[in-house]
C-alpha cells in the first residue's frame, strides 16, 4: 500500500461547532446528500433540492431555483435563530451563493464552516448518468468544478471560520464529524459560585472578600497570594476588569491567574484586559483611564510573568454559560439573543456594552439600557458600569460596586443570590462621574428618570401578564406625583382599588355578601375570610424601628411616612405624623414584629379613622350640603302639603313621598356623621391596620390573611397593653395634659379588624357570615370585605392547569351605608342601579392589584426604585381610568 493510498483511507476527523452553519460544497454528484444523511440528523439538512421541490413539485425544476433558495434562507435563519446546527445541501460552488450564506450566519452570530468534496468530475458525471431522475448537460459538472477549484483557496477570506476539503472519494468515505462545544459553553458547570465584580487592581480587596467569602488564600515564597480555594469546592468567577486604576494590578493577575491554572476559578475578560492586551503586543492604544498605571506596574515585573499574561489575556472567552444555561457571566452585559453566540458583534457586546450614541454631562457615553428589556431564563452577572450598590433588575445584576472609586468590591454568591461585599480601603482613582449623587434612586443605579413614566407603558407583572398604561393615563398621574406626591424614595406601594360585589337579587338590596359567597364559590375558592371594613380613610404606613434603618434602605432619615392611595402626604402636620408612626413603632416593638421578621421597618395597610380626618372639605361641600339642604327645605314642604291638604285637597299619595324623603334625608344625614367626629392631636384618631405588606426582603402580602391578622391582633394588643401601662403608672398624676403624647397615652389609637371565615361548601357557615354582616350594618357600619383566605389564588381551568386571577377582594356595603355613595332615596331606584356595570371596576381592581404586588416583589429582591416605581406609578396611572366613582 502507497502512502498516498494510506493518507487517503485514514479516518479524517472533522471539528463541527455544535452550534453553527455548515456549508456542503461540491458539484452536482460529489455525494454530498449522501455525506449529510450518513453525519447529521434529517432535521438538521436543508436541501437546495427539497427546497425546490417544495415551491415546485420536482426537486430538478431548475427554473424554480430563485424561489427554492429564499425558502432555504428562511428556514435556515430560523433554525440559527433557535440555536440549531444547521448543515446546508447544494452546490454551493458559487462565491455570491456562500456570500448570502455567510451573512446569514453572521447575522445570527454563528460560525460558518465550509466541508468541501472535492471529488473528480468524471466521478460525479458517471454518478449523475446513473440517477435517471438527473440528466444534466455535458457541460455542467466541469463548470461547477473549475468553479469549485477557483474556490478553494479564498474560502477562509470569505468568512468561513473552519475550511474541511476532502479530496476524493476515500477521504470523503473515511471523514468523521466531530462535534465541539462552544468555547462559551460551560452549561456542565453547575457550581456553586461565587461571582465577583470589577477587581481593578485592588488586591488587597480581593484577598479581604475571598476570605470573607469563605476561600484559603495560597501564597508563594515572597508572601504573594498566587490562589484561593474553598473548602465545600466553590468555584470563583470574574466579571472582568481586574486591571487598570488601582493600586496592584500585578498582583490581582497573579492571584487570578492562579486561580484559573488550579481550576478554582472562571474568568471572562474586560474592556481594561483587552486594551491592555492590546498594549502589551505592542499595538497603537490610547493610554487612558488607568492604563499607564498598569503598564507601569507590570514593567516592574519579570518578563516570564509578563508573558503569562498575554497569553492569559488573549485566551479569555468572551462569555461563559454556565449552571445548564440558568447563568450566563460577561463583562458589560448581554442580551439574551447573544447567549451562547461566536461572533465579533458578541465580543463586543460582552466587552463594552452598547451605547445610545450620545453623551451625559460628565463627557462619558450614555449606555442602552439592554437589562430594562430584558426577558430571558438566564439571570446575567455582569459589570463595567459601577453603580453605587448591586441590585437584580429583570434577572440581571451589576456587581461593579466602584470598588477602585472608594466604593465596595461586591460578590454574588450563586444559586443562593446572596451579596457579600467589602468596603474600598480608600478612593485609589478619581471616577470622572461621582458614584453617589443626591438624586432620587442614584444610589442603587440610576436616578428616577421622565422616560420611565411617560408615554404608553406596558409593565410586566408575575401574577397578571402585561399591564397596559394609556399615555393619557400617564400624563394625568405624572402631575398628581409630581407636583403633590410625598419623596418618591418613601413611595413604594400604591394600594388598589376594589370592586364591589356583584349585584344582590334580594328584594332592597343592592349589595349582599351571599353574592360574594356564591361568586367565590364559582372560582373554585373554598375558603374566605369576611373582614370588617372600617369607615375611614385607606392609609400605607411605612414605620421603621429607628432613623438609621431607614436611611440604609430608603436613603431617608427620620420614623417614615403615612400616605393615602394616591401618594400624598396624609397629614400635613409632620409632628403629628411622627406619634402616629411613634405609636405604631412602639406597638410593634412590643409585639416583637421587628425581630420577628427580621427587619428595620414595616409596611402596613390601614384605614385611618375618622373620615373627617382626611375628607373634611369632601363633607362639607358633597355630603354636608346635601343633608343641610334637605333640612331646610323638606320640612316647609311637608308643612306646605299639609296646609293645602287642610283646605281639601288629595294630596295623600304626594305627601307620603315627601315623607319618604324627609326620612331618607336624615338617614343619609345620620349614616356620614357616625364617621365624623373631632381630634386633638392624638386624641380621637383610630387606627385599624389588616395587613402587613412587607419588610425587608419580604413580600408579605402574598401570605394568607389569617397571619396578617394573627400579627395586626398582637400590634393591637401591644398598643392597649402599652396605654394601660402608661394610665397605671407612677408617672400618671391625672392631670389634663393636652401634649398630644400625653393624650394619646389615655386612650388606645390601634383597633381590632373583626373578622369571620366562611367555607363556601358550608350553608351555615355563610348563614353566620351574614348574620354578622347584618349585625355590623344594622349598627352602623360600612359593612365587610371577603378576601379568599389564601390571599392570592386563581381559577382552576381543565386538567387541573391555573386559570385567571381571582379577585383579591369584594367590599360589601350595608344599606344603610349606600345612601351617601348613591344619595339619600337611592332605595327608590334599586331597579335601575341593580343593572350597573361591574365589568371595568373588575378589571381595574385586578390589574392594579397584581402591579401592587409586583411593586413588593421588586421591593423585597431589593431592585433599584426605578424598578420598584415602575408599577406603582401604573396603579396611580390606572386611577384616572373613567369609571363610575360609586362603584
Known amino acids: 500500500m502507497t502512502d498516498d493510498e494510506t493518507a487517503s483511507t485514514t479516518p479524517r476527523r472533522l471539528p463541527v461547532t455544535d452550534v453553527s452553519l455548515v456549508v456542503l460544497i461540491g458539484t452536482s454528484g460529489a455525494g454530498k446528500s449522501s455525506f449529510a444523511r450518513r453525519h447529521f440528523l434529517p432535521t438538521q439538512v436543508v436541501s437546495s433540492d ?26 435556515v435563519g430560523k433554525r440559527l435563530a433557535a440555536g ?8 454551493n460552488v458559487q462565491p455570491e451563493t456562500r456570500r448570502q450564506l455567510i451573512r446569514i450566519a453572521r447575522e445570527h452570530d454563528v460560525l460558518p464552516i465550509a466541508i468541501v468534496l472535492d471529488v473528480p468530475p468524471g466521478v460525479c458525471a458517471e454518478r449523475n448518468r446513473s440517477r435517471p431522475d438527473r440528466q444534466l448537460p455535458a457541460h455542467v459538472v466541469p463548470r461547477q468544478h473549475r468553479e469549485l477549484r477557483r474556490s478553494l483557496r479564498g474560502l477562509e477570506r470569505e ?17 468523521e464529524i466531530e462535534l465541539e462545544k462552544r468555547y462559551n459553553d460551560l452549561r456542565h458547570l453547575t457550581g456553586p459560585f461565587d461571582i465577583v465584580g470589577d477587581v481593578h487592581g485592588c488586591r488587597s480587596e480581593l484577598e479581604t472578600l475571598l476570605t470573607r467569602l469563605g476561600y484559603t488564600l495560597a501564597r508563594d515564597a515572597e508572601g504573594r497570594p498566587v490562589d484561593a480555594v474553598h473548602p465545600a469546592g466553590r468555584t470563583a468567577v470574574f466579571v472582568g476588569d ?42 497603537k492604544v490610547t493610554l487612558a483611564y488607568g492604563l499607564q498605571e498598569s503598564l507601569d506596574q507590570l514593567a516592574g515585573e519579570s518578563e516570564e ?65 439592554w437589562a430594562e428589556e430584558y426577558r430571558g431564563r438566564a439571570l446575567v452577572v455582569y459589570g ?173 432619615a427620620g420614623p417614615g411616612a403615612i400616605w393615602t392611595r394616591t401618594g400624598r402626604a396624609f397629614l400635613n402636620d409632620g409632628e403629628l405624623t411622627a406619634a402616629v408612626l411613634g405609636r405604631v413603632r412602639d406597638a410593634a416593638e412590643r409585639a416583637g414584629l421587628f425581630e420577628e421578621l427580621d427587619s428595620g421597618w414595616l409596611l402596613l ?103 396578617h391578622l394573627a400579627w395586626i391582633d398582637r400590634l393591637v394588643d401591644a398598643d392597649a397593653d402599652d396605654t394601660d401601662a402608661d394610665n397605671t403608672g407612677a408617672g400618671n398624676t391625672g392631670a389634663d395634659n393636652t401634649d398630644a403624647g400625653d393624650t394619646a397615652r389615655k386612650e388606645p389609637m390601634l383597633h381590632r379588624t373583626g373578622r369571620v371565615l366562611v367555607d363556601t361548601e358550608d350553608e351555615a357557615s355563610m348563614a353566620a357570615a351574614t348574620a354578622w354582616w347584618e349585625e355590623l350594618t344594622g349598627a352602623g357600619g360600612e359593612g365587610m370585605v371577603v378576601k379568599p383566605l389564601a390571599s392570592v389564588v386563581r381559577t382552576v381551568r381543565g ?70 416605581h415602575e408599577p406603582v406609578f401604573a396603579v396611580l396611572a390606572l386611577e384616572s381610568e373613567p369609571v363610575d366613582p360609586r362603584l
Request: a neutral charge; hydrophobic letters at 40%.
Open 50 to 75: 427539497f427546497c425546490r421541490g417544495l415551491v415546485a413539485d420536482d426537486e430538478n425544476d431548475q427554473s424554480a431555483s430563485a424561489e427554492a433558495f429564499d425558502v432555504l434562507h428562511y428556514i
Open 84 to 91: 440549531r446546527l444547521t448543515v446546508v445541501d447544494a452546490t
Open 159 to 175: 468568512g468561513f471560520r473552519k475550511v474541511h476539503i476532502l479530496r476524493g472519494e476515500a477521504e470523503v468515505a473515511a471523514a
Open 242 to 283: 481586574l486591571v487598570d486604576r488601582g493600586p496592584d494590578t500585578p498582583g490581582v493577575l497573579r492571584l487570578v491567574m492562579g486561580m484559573v491554572a488550579a481550576g478554582h476559578a472562571i474568568c471572562v475578560p474586560g474592556n481594561h484586559e483587552n486594551k491592555l492586551g492590546r498594549a502589551m503586543d505592542g499595538k
Open 305 to 369: 510573568f509578563k508573558a503569562e499574561v498575554r497569553a492569559f489575556m488573549r485566551g479569555l472567552v468572551s462569555h461563559y454559560m454556565l449552571d445548564g444555561g440558568a447563568l450566563v457571566v460577561c463583562h458589560a452585559g448581554l442580551p439574551e439573543k447573544y447567549h451562547g453566540r461566536n461572533s465579533g458583534r458578541v465580543r463586543s457586546h460582552a466587552l463594552y456594552g452598547e451605547t445610545t450614541g450620545e453623551t451625559d454631562e460628565y463627557g462619558l457615553p450614555v449606555r442602552y439600557p
Open 384 to 556: 463595567h458600569t459601577p453603580v453605587p450598590s448591586a441590585s437584580f433588575v429583570n434577572n440581571t445584576i451589576c456587581l461593579d460596586t466602584g470598588c477602585v472609586f472608594g466604593g465596595s468590591l461586591t460578590a454574588l454568591r450563586y444559586p443562593e443570590r446572596e451579596l457579600v461585599s467589602v468596603e474600598a480601603e480608600r478612593e485609589w482613582y478619581a471616577p470622572v462621574r461621582p458614584l453617589l449623587t443626591d438624586a432620587p434612586g442614584a444610589r442603587e443605579g440610576r436616578p428616577l428618570d421622565l422616560a420611565d413614566v411617560s408615554g404608553r407603558r406596558i409593565v410586566e407583572t408575575g401574577l397578571h401578564g402585561r399591564v397596559a398604561v394609556r399615555e393619557e393615563n400617564a400624563a394625568a398621574a405624572l402631575e398628581v406625583m409630581s407636583r403633590f406626591a410625598l419623596d418618591p424614595r418613601l413611595l413604594t406601594y400604591l394600594p388598589p382599588t376594589m370592586a364591589p360585589s356583584p349585584t344582590s337579587r334580594r328584594e332592597g338590596y343592592l349589595e349582599h355578601p351571599e353574592e360574594a359567597f356564591f361568586a367565590y364559590r364559582a372560582d373554585g375558592v373554598r375558603h374566605l375570610v369576611c373582614e370588617e371594613k372600617h369607615m375611614g380613610s385607606r392609609a400605607v404606613l411605612l414605620v421603621a424601628r429607628d432613623d438609621e434603618a431607614l436611611e440604609q434602605r430608603f436613603g431617608v
Open 605 to 707: 395597610d390601614a384605614e385611618l379613622m375618622p373620615w373627617s380626618l382626611k375628607a373634611v372639605e369632601l363633607l362639607r361641600r358633597q355630603y354636608a350640603a346635601v343633608g343641610a339642604a334637605a333640612g331646610a327645605a323638606l320640612p316647609e314642604v311637608l308643612s306646605a302639603l299639609e296646609r293645602a291638604a287642610g283646605r281639601g285637597l288629595d294630596l295623600t299619595e304626594l305627601t307620603e313621598r315627601q315623607r319618604r324623603r324627609a326620612a331618607d334625608a336624615s338617614a343619609f344625614t345620620e349614616a356620614y356623621r357616625r364617621y365624623c367626629w373631632p381630634t386633638e392631636g392624638l386624641s380621637g384618631i383610630r387606627l385599624a391596620p389588616f395587613q402587613l405588606l412587607a419588610a425587608e426582603g419580604a413580600n408579605l402580602a402574598v401570605r394568607p390573611h389569617d397571619e
Open 799 to 868: 386538567e387541573g392547569r391555573p386559570g385567571g386571577l381571582v379577585q383579591p377582594g369584594v367590599k360589601v356595603r350595608g344599606r344603610e351605608y349606600l345612601r351617601i355613595i348613591y344619595g339619600p332615596d337611592y332605595t327608590e331606584h334599586l331597579d335601575r342601579l341593580s343593572r350597573r356595570s361591574l365589568g371595568h371596576k373588575r378589571s381595574l381592581a385586578l390589574r392594579e392589584y397584581a402591579l401592587g404586588l409586583e411593586a413588593l416583589d421588586r421591593l423585597a429582591a431589593g431592585e433599584p426604585l426605578w424598578r420598584v
